[in-house]
């Protein structure tokens, strides 16, 4: 029994012993990966920082990165820096600090202590800073950093060097908070989450006070601090019974107001910080030490950025790093979990072909032909030939744990280390080795090579496709559970089983593609093919493909490189690395890139452990801590930040925007806050009411020069740098409708326009019923007219006139004068059926009047009618039986009261361009002498012919509304006796038919 209890005890110790040697070994292993920097972007004065001193770096509640400096205030977006100074606001231009109050106003603390902020674009001065200077003790050396604070009630706290606390409230009313003046240092805890903190050199008590609204604690710091007075002091919360404090150059993680542990490893600290995964020291001597903070037992700290003195350190919403220096500006860090091995770390080239791990050992393989292996931080060449002390061209290693073989595939020659020499297979044929493969069924390896495939077992060449026939190059090989040979060709996929070669490309078009990478994957019998410009092609074990490319998310269809560990695929790329995890037959892809802290995107190694991921790239090494590292998922916000119209210009957008029917154009600049794309971000915009569809761009601004009036919905998002888009960022924009689209002016023209409508129809119908009225006493006039002409009488005599012929038995004349008769008959009947006729047929109608009134009157006048030949004027249409009835006054009132047969009627028709003047004159007795005889006669006639014909000219006047005019003329000789008289008729031209 005492024999087995002490086997055990042995044994116990036994394991106790390599549980200690492991843990150690893993503290090796992780302290030695933790030598090496990540990734990281440096910004400073020549990229538009304000100054390269900096002393506080600060995320706002927007995402916006602030700067505090000796030379002002930058504001960083991503694009571009914005600086403040005394110019344009600031107090002092040196800032020791960035506070971000309750309200959204960022404060900027500087050393003299007077106070500033940033409110809604501008910078305005804290009105109590009398109060400050009035209170500031003369040998003061500034702030105490970290010691400012505003509560919810606007109550301004500020921890003075030397001094103590000042407390403001919003009236100005000052206070100093005074707790106890015997105590070197004393922590003020103003809320649940953040301590203030007073310092006392007027004391050489070596006391800390830690005060609450619950208790007073006073601990002696005798062991604790080195120095009377710390210049450095920080205090953090870690939980409401937790602190974390630094004095000097000693840290110290206190538990329920107890010292729990204490690391004076670091020999001053000048910044003290956590977030949720590390608490931060900086070293006054350069670096930056961070320990996880779910260790509460102890410091244990990995170190980077030596080269530089570390003044702040935040982490970003999206998991970046943002890091103040004392003279080099500030560090970006994309992923702190990302590590990076440069030539400046003294590697022999950056282009890493090949990596591989061993235990605490980084094997890597150059373009150039060196392999150097990195042990605890420390990299040293390893000389593979004697004559060169390296083999050329490193293309790919192969890590055979169970022989402990490192095989190295090189141009010209294939080997393998073995305790830190190289073994090279020696063949009667060069080999020039390209990727090789240990078998899956037995103790050999395969090998990729320029002529072909070879087998390889006990260090020698067993099999050389040569021999069969096929020396095609070979840049890829695998093998199967069932030992068929796969390789990659430059016209494709290859199988080698039972001695026969077979080109996989015929049967199916995705497996011609050329490519450099295969990996088998046995779990589901999967053959994966890294093609060059067709993505992953999949093989199953049924023989069936599938394509995972850009289109389902992958970066790039070119491939370099695939690995598999614990359920993922990652694959190698030219343009990043896609990580590929099988979910439900579903692939989730993560996309992996410089904005996430490799230090290139062109991979080309790859190996994979089960907590690091190794990329070799054309410009290093990065190291992946695999559970620590996490996808971008964080949404980017947009925001509008102004829009420029064509007569105004807006910084700061409200949620509404108000423009003008006549606005020419609107440019809306807007800007994402993802610093991980910095300065890259891809955007889509739209304008909903113009247009539904997305707007993709990686412009910042935007510009429509068409506006329709209406309610209008600007949208715009921005993506990080995983592919995820943010949120939308809106903005409603009204255009005015002109004042011809307002509803009040369309009803208000409506009515009107149904006014004119009615009035135009009201006014028509009454010019309608007029024009009837007028036409039908045209009509009537024309009528009188018409039997003024056709009158009973002059019937009865012209046809006495003819009956005279007849019995006269002159048949010649009376047939001649019965023909004329009938002619006037029917042209004076065919022109009453028009209201114009042309003037042509007015003068037929009345020559053949006058030749009839002639053979009545026996020859008592003669007549001429007179055109001046002008043919044309006779087309002109003038008012029917318009010139007669005035023919007929001068041969009946002028020439019959003549005693003898000397009458003379002239007709004279002459064209005055717009008009036609009809001149008829007679030499009768005139008008004057007319009226005499008929008075001495007692037969007063009144010529109805004239009378009627006036109306119609006055009808005529009102319906056509053109200048008709008659002017009667009595013509008289020398002596004054009568001579006849003249009438002229002006007809304007123009007159339609109706």
Not at 946 to 964: A, E, P, V
Request: glycine residues 6%; contains cysteine; positive net charge.
């Amino acid at each position: 029994m005492t024999s087995k209890r002490k086997k055990l005890t042995h044994l116990s110790k036994l394991f106790y012993l390599r549980a200690i040697l492991l843990l150690v070994f893993i503290c090796f292993v992780v302290q030695g990966y933790s030598q090496f920097d990540p990734v990281y972007k440096r910004f400073t004065v020549n990229d538009g920082l304000a100054g390269n001193e900096t002393y506080h770096i600060f995320q706002d509640s927007k995402g916006y990165i602030w700067i505090a400096t000796n030379n002002g205030v930058s504001l960083f977006d991503g694009y571009n820096f914005k600086n403040f100074d005394v110019q344009t606001g600031l107090v002092d231009n040196i800032v020791f600090e960035i506070y971000e109050d309750y309200k959204g106003r960022i404060w900027f603390v500087p050393f003299s202590c007077e106070l500033c902020y940033y409110e809604n674009g501008k910078i305005h001065v804290y009105p109590f800073n009398y109060k400050i200077r009035q209170h500031m003790p003369t040998k003061s050396r500034g702030p105490l950093k970290l010691s400012f604070y505003v509560d919810t009630l606007d109550n301004v706290y500020l921890g003075v060097k030397n001094y103590g606390i000042m407390h403001i409230n919003p009236e100005g009313i000052f206070k100093k908070l005074n707790v106890d003046e015997d105590t070197k240092i004393i922590f003020n805890e103003i809320s649940s989450n953040k301590i203030l903190i007073t310092t006392n050199e007027k004391t050489n008590s070596k006391d800390l006070l830690i005060h609450s609204n619950k208790q007073n604690v006073k601990i002696s710091l005798e062991n604790i601090i080195k120095i009377n007075t710390p210049i450095y002091t920080y205090a953090i919360k870690d939980t409401d019974s937790t602190i974390y404090a630094s004095f000097e150059g000693t840290l110290v993680y206190f538990e329920n107001n107890r010292p729990k542990w204490i690391d004076k490893s670091t020999s001053n600290i000048i910044w003290l910080s956590k977030d949720d995964e590390y608490l931060f020291v900086s070293d006054f001597n350069g670096g930056i030490k961070f320990s996880p903070i779910s260790n509460k037992k102890s410091f244990q700290p990995r170190t980077i950025l030596k080269n530089f003195q570390i003044t702040s350190v935040i982490k970003d919403t999206e998991g970046a790093y943002w890091l103040s220096t004392l003279n080099n500006g500030i560090i970006y860090i994309p992923d702190i979990h990302i590590q990076t091995i440069t030539k400046e770390n003294g590697i022999s080239d950056i282009r890493v072909k090949a990596v591989y791990e061993k235990g605490e050992n980084i094997y890597l393989g150059y373009q150039m032909g060196w392999v150097d292996v990195i042990r605890n931080g420390k990299i040293s060449k390893i000389n593979l030939l004697k004559n060169s002390g390296n083999a050329s061209f490193v293309r790919s290693f192969l890590g055979d744990e169970k022989n402990d073989k490192l095989w190295i595939c090189s141009f010209g020659h294939l080997g393998y280390l073995q305790d830190d020499k190289f073994h090279v297979i020696k063949n009667n044929n060069t080999i020039y080795p390209r990727k090789i493969i240990k078998s899956r069924i037995g103790n050999y390896y395969w090998v990729a090579t320029a002529t072909g495939i070879i087998k390889i077992e006990n260090d020698k060449v067993v099999y050389d496709s040569r021999n069969d026939g096929f020396s095609a190059m070979a840049l890829a090989i695998e093998e199967d559970d069932q030992g068929d040979i796969w390789f990659l060709t430059y016209n494709g996929l290859w199988k080698y089983s039972n001695k026969l070669y077979q080109f996989m490309g015929n049967n199916d078009p995705l497996l011609a593609y050329t490519g450099s990478s295969l990996l088998y994957n046995p779990d589901n019998q999967t053959l994966w093919i890294g093609t060059n410009g067709a993505g992953v092609v999949i093989l199953n074990k049924h023989g069936q493909t599938s394509q995972i490319s850009k289109n389902e998310g992958l970066i790039s269809n070119s491939i370099t490189q695939i690995k598999y560990r614990n359920g993922k695929y990652w694959v190698g790329t030219r343009q990043g690395l896609s990580v590929i995890t099988s979910e439900n037959g579903d692939y989730k892809i993560q996309n992996i890139t410089t904005y996430d802290g490799i230090v290139s995107n062109d991979i080309s190694a790859l190996y994979i452990s089960d907590s690091l991921a190794y990329i070799g790239t054309s410009e290093g090494l990065s190291i992946i801590d695999i559970n620590k590292f996490s996808p971008n998922t964080t949404l980017p916000r947009v925001y509008i930040t102004s829009i420029e119209t064509s007569d105004s210009t807006r910084n700061f957008v409200p949620d509404t925007l108000h423009l003008k029917y006549d606005t020419k154009y609107a440019l809306i600049s807007f800007n994402g806050i993802a610093y991980k794309n910095m300065g890259r971000i891809p955007y889509r915009y739209r304008l909903l009411g113009l247009d539904s569809n997305w707007v993709y761009t990686s412009s910042t601004q935007c510009l429509y020069s068409v506006l329709k009036p209406g309610k209008l919905k600007f949208e715009v998002q921005a993506q990080n740098s995983n592919g995820i888009w943010g949120p939308t960022s809106s903005m409603l924009i009204f255009v005015s409708s002109p004042i011809w689209q307002k509803i009040w002016f369309i009803a208000l023209f409506a009515i009107i326009f149904s006014l004119l409508l009615y009035l135009v129809y009201h006014y028509r119908m009454s010019e309608l019923k007029k024009r009837n009225a007028l036409l039908n006493n045209i009509n009537l006039y024309k009528q009188q007219s018409l039997r003024q002409q056709m009158n009973p009488h002059f019937i009865f005599n012209t046809l006495n006139s003819i009956q005279y012929y007849i019995l006269e038995k002159d048949t010649i004349s009376s047939h001649k004068y019965l023909t004329k008769f009938a002619r006037l008959m029917r042209f004076t009947l065919d022109n009453s059926l028009h209201s114009v006729i042309p003037l042509r047929d007015e003068l037929y109608t009345l020559k053949l009047y006058l030749e009839l009134e002639a053979l009545r009157l026996q020859g008592k006048f003669t007549y001429t009618i007179d055109y001046d030949n002008n043919e044309s004027i006779l087309e002109v249409k003038i008012p029917t039986l318009m010139i007669q009835p005035f023919v007929e006054n001068a041969i009946w009132h002028g020439i019959m009261l003549k005693p003898d047969k000397s009458g003379h009627v002239q007709v004279t028709i002459s064209d005055m361009e717009t008009s036609v003047l009809c001149t008829i004159e007679d030499n009768g007795v005139g008008r004057e002498q007319a009226r005499k005889i008929q008075e001495t006669t007692n037969k007063a006639h009144r010529s109805r012919g004239f009378q009627i014909t006036q109306q119609r000219i006055d009808l005529l006047n009102s319906m056509y509304g053109q200048k008709f005019n008659i002017q009667i003329v009595d013509l008289y000789s020398h002596d004054g006796t009568p001579q006849g008289t003249r009438v002229t008729i002006n007809i304007p031209k123009g007159l339609e038919s109706s």
